[in-house]
C-alpha cells in the first residue's frame, strides 16, 4: 500500500502514527491558510538567494522582505509575522543583524527559521550558529551534512553541498530537535522532519531543483510562511510538499535547469490546496 499522507490541517496537532487510523490528512489546508493571511516574511538570506528567495515567496502567496541592515532590523522584524535566516554569504555585520532580528521576533513569540549553510565549514560558521541556536529558531533546516555538523558530530559536506546521505541525520536530527525545542528538517532526496518524537518523510520533488542554485535557500521563506498562525511540525511538513509538488510539476514541462526555474515559479502559483492533498508524498518515518 501506498504511505499515508501526514496529518497538516491548521490548528490540529499531527496524530501518532500508530493512531491515525482512517483520518484523512489535508496537507493542503496548510498551503490554503498561508495564502489567506500572505504573512510578511522578513528574510536575511545570502546575496546568491535573495531574487529567487524573493520571487518564490510571491509565487507562493506570501510577501517577502529582504532586511539585512544592522539599523533596521530589530524595528523591521517587529513589523515582520516571521523570520528566516540563511548564513550562505556570511560577514560579520550580517551575523549580528542576524542574531539582533532573532532575538526580537523570537521575544515576540513569532516563528524563525534556520538554515546552518555550510556551518561544518569553518569556526566562524560554527560560532555564529552556536549563537543563533541559542535564540531557539522554530525550525531548523539543511542537509544531513549540515544537521550532523549542528549536532556536533562532523558531517562531510563541500560547503553548502551535503556529501551525507539524509539517513545518516536521521538519528542526530531527532535528538536535536528534543534538546533545541525546534523542528529540524533533512532535505534530500527524500526529506526527513521530526519534532524529536513524532517523524516524517517528505519523497516529493525531482532531480533538477539541485541544478537551480538557491532553490534550497528559498524554501526558507516558504517554510517561515507556512509557521504563521499555524502548528510547526504539520506546517513544516506541508511546505515541504508543496515545495517539492512545484518541482515535479515543473519538470514534466522543462528541458533543462533554465526552463526549470521558470517552471517552477509557475507551478508554486498554480498550485491548489487541493492538488497538494492529493500528490503529496508523506510516511511516517
Known amino acids: 500500500m501506498p504511505p499515508s499522507p501526514v496529518m497538516a490541517m491548521a490548528g490540529l496537532p499531527l496524530a501518532p502514527c500508530a493512531q491515525r487510523g482512517s483520518l484523512m490528512d489535508d496537507t493542503g489546508t496548510s498551503l490554503a491558510k ?35 541592515a544592522r539599523e533596521e532590523v530589530v524595528e523591521f522584524a517587529g513589523l515582520a509575522q516571521a523570520l528566516c535566516v540563511n548564513i550562505g554569504t556570511l560577514d560579520a555585520a550580517w551575523a549580528e543583524a542576524m542574531e539582533m532580528a532573532a532575538q526580537a521576533i523570537a521575544a515576540s513569540g513569532r516563528p524563525w527559521v534556520l538554515d546552518p549553510v555550510g556551518v561544518g565549514a569553518t569556526q566562524f560558521r560554527r560560532d555564529v550558529c552556536a549563537r543563533l541556536m541559542a535564540l531557539r529558531p522554530t525550525v531548523i533546516r539543511g542537509n544531513a551534512s549540515e544537521i550532523l555538523a549542528l549536532a556536533g558530530l562532523g558531517g562531510a559536506g563541500r560547503g553548502a553541498d ?53 532553490l534550497g535557500c528559498s524554501l526558507n521563506g516558504v517554510i517561515a510562511a507556512f509557521l504563521v498562525g499555524q502548528p510547526a511540525l504539520p506546517a513544516t511538513v506541508a511546505a515541504l510538499a508543496y515545495f517539492g509538488l512545484a518541482g515535479e510539476r515543473a519538470a514534466q514541462v522543462a528541458n533543462g535547469p533554465g526552463s526549470f526555474q521558470v517552471a517552477f515559479l509557475d507551478a508554486l502559483y498554480a498550485l491548489t490546496p487541493q492538488d497538494v492533498t492529493a500528490g503529496a508524498q508523506v510516511s511516517c518515518a
Open 34 to 68: 498561508m495564502r489567506a493571511t500572505a504573512p510578511l516574511v522578513h528574510q536575511i538570506t545570502n546575496y546568491v538567494a535573495m531574487n529567487i528567495a524573493a520571487n518564490v515567496a510571491l509565487a507562493a502567496g506570501a510577501s517577502p522582505a529582504m532586511v539585512h
Open 162 to 214: 551535503s556529501a551525507d546521505p539524509v539517513a545518516a541525520a536521521e538519528a542526530c536530527a531527532r535528538d536535536l530537535a528534543a534538546r533545541c525545542g525546534a523542528v529540524v528538517a533533512v532535505s534530500g532526496p527524500v526529506d526527513y522532519v521530526t519534532d524529536g518524537v513524532q517523524s516524517f518523510r517528505v519523497a516529493n520533488g525531482d532531480a533538477l531543483m539541485p541544478r537551480v542554485t538557491a
